[in-house]
C-alpha cells in the first residue's frame, strides 16, 4: 500500500474553508484516493473518493494533480462541528479491506 | 439494522480475563472488518470475513484473538488472557461487496480497558 504524509494538525475558525493536503509519492496506477473523517467517540466515516481531477459532493471536494502524487482535501466554510480527525489512504480497488489509516490530521475549528 | 452496532460501547476487565466483544453489522453486508484503535493513532486491521469466513486474518496480533461469523452476520471478537497492551478501542465495520473499493460503514467501537 502506498505511504501517505498529511499534517498532524490544522487550526481553523468557522466559516473559512479547510484544505488539507496529503502526498503519497508512490501512488500505484490502481490505486484509488479515499478520505475519512472521525468524531471523538465515533468510528471513522467515509467522506469522499477520486481516482483524478476533482471530485465533489455534499461534504467536501477533492482535488488530484494530474500526477497524482498528492491530493488536497477541501471543507468548505466549516463549522464547529467539523472538528474531527481526517484520514488520507490510498489502495487499489480490489483491496477495500486491509486499510492504512495512519495518525490522521486533527482539525480544530474554533469560534 | 441502520448502521454498524457493537456492544459493549465499554468494557473494562481484569488482566488475564476473557473478553468478548460483539458486532451486528448493517443488513444485507456480506463483508465485515475489525479494526483496532490505541489512542491517538489511527484503526489498524485485524481481520477481514466475506460471509462466514475469516478471509484475511493477517492483523490479529497472537493467538489470544479470535474472531468467529458462524451465520454470516454477527461477529463476535474474542480475547483470552487479556494483558493490559490489548487496552484500545476495537471497531467493526462491514460492506456491500461491490459498492465501491475502501468504502467502509464503522461502528462507534467498543472500548476495552484492562486493568
Redesign the interface.
Known sequence: LAKTTQPISMDSYEGQEVNITCSHNNIATND?I?WYQQFP??????II?GYKTKVTNEVASLFIPADRKSSTLSLPRVSLSDTA?Y?C?V??????????????TTVTVRA | GAGVSQTPSNKVTEKGKYVELRCDPISGHTALYWYRQSLGQGPEFLIYFQGTGAADDSGLPNDRFFAVRPEGSVSTLKIQRTERGDSAVYLCASSLQGAGANVLTFGAGSRLTVL
Open positions: 484509488y479515499t467517540s465515533q468510528g471513522p466515516r467515509f473518493q480527525v484520514y489512504l489502495a487499489p480497488r480490489s483491496n477495500d479491506y486491509k486499510l492504512s489509516f495512519g495518525a490522521g
